[in-house]
């Protein structure tokens, strides 16, 4: 079950934190380390993969820096393309936020570790449609179930997830 992978890999930390929203909670799940731990890794991505083989789309988009080797884990499994996104625009070199190769027209299965207001996924999944490209779906591993789900239906998307913080939480060993 992913929910004990995430245990068993440490991923559910306690404490205090602020996350990205700015809101404090006393549980993060940190999937930054699941990449380090190659059989929960592959678990994960495979189970990814099976949500993602119900989707019609063309390529994924990761979200750095989270969500960046599940995307890339996922993408190379599934045999598809590749595009990723950084939450700011490079202030050098490319000057880009948006890296790879993609087309206007192209289906995008836009994929991160972990949902909570929705506001990452919206700012992406923004950016992605002023390239001219077409959000199909959101997939991540934990909706944390704090907004993401209503935030990204108000634009039309349908937010998929692996588990939620919920569970993760009443799985705990
Ligand atoms: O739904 P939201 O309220 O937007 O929060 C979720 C986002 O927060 C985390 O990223 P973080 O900003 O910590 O960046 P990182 O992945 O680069 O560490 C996580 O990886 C999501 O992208
Ligand atoms: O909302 C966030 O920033 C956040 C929450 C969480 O549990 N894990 C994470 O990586 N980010």
């Known amino acids: ?8 890999i440490g991923a559910v930390k306690t404490g205090e934190f602020r996350l990205t929203s700015g809101k404090v909670s006393n549980v993060y799940i940190d999937l930054r380390k699941l990449p380090s ?3 929960a890794f592959r678990r994960v991505v495979e189970a990814l993969a099976a949500v993602a083989r119900t989707i019609e789309f ?3 988009c990761g979200i750095a820096v989270g969500g960046l080797p599940i995307a890339t884990a996922l993408a190379y499994t599934l045999g598809k393309p590749l595009i990723y996104a950084r939450r700011e625009k490079k202030a ?25 207001t929705g506001g990452t996924l919206l700012d992406i999944a923004r950016l992605l449609k002023s390239e001219g490209l077409e959000v199909v779906e959101a997939l991540v591993v934990v909706d944390r179930e704090e907004g993401a789900s209503e935030a990204l239906r108000s634009e039309g998307l349908r937010l998929r997830s692996l588990t939620t913080l919920k569970k993760v939480l009443s799985a705990r060993a």
């Open 1 to 8: 079950m992913i929910e004990e992978i995430l245990w068993e």
């Open 92 to 116: 050098h070199g490319t000057m880009k936020q948006l890296e790879g190769d993609y087309a206007r027209g192209m289906k995008v299965l836009l994929v991160d570790d972990v949902a909570t």
């Open 58 to 60: 063309d390529a994924v």
């Open 37 to 39: 731990h190659p059989q």
